[in-house]
């Protein structure tokens, strides 16, 4: 879900196929799991999964959150910055 809430904020996604095994090309989500990929945002895990049924972690989260504003060439605003 946070993948595709920064994909739609960003109005964002791709037609690409990205390879998790586990993403069903066919899943509203799966275009902004490819566009996200497709521009190193998100990486899925050793084992090809994605795993988007999975609760996200602090960790993970600051790290997709990280990415998108490296990807949009901008820093964090606010209290980060």
């Known amino acids: 879900m946070l993948v595709t809430i920064i ?6 996604s791709s037609d690409a196929a990205q390879g998790f ?3 069903s090309a066919d899943m509203y989500y799966a275009p ?9 945002i998100v990486a899925g895990f050793e084992d090809g999964a994605f795993r ?3 609760s ?5 989260a600051a790290k997709i959150i990280k990415a998108y504003y490296d990807y949009k060439g901008e820093g964090p ?3 980060w910055a």
Request: glycine share 14%.
């Open 7 to 12: 994909g739609r904020m960003a109005g964002e």
């Open 32 to 40: 902004y799991i490819a566009w996200a990929a497709d521009n190193g």
């Open 77 to 79: 605003v606010g209290a």
């Open 56 to 60: 996200v972690t602090r960790e993970q």
């Open 21 to 23: 095994s586990d993403v």
């Open 52 to 54: 988007p049924n999975e």
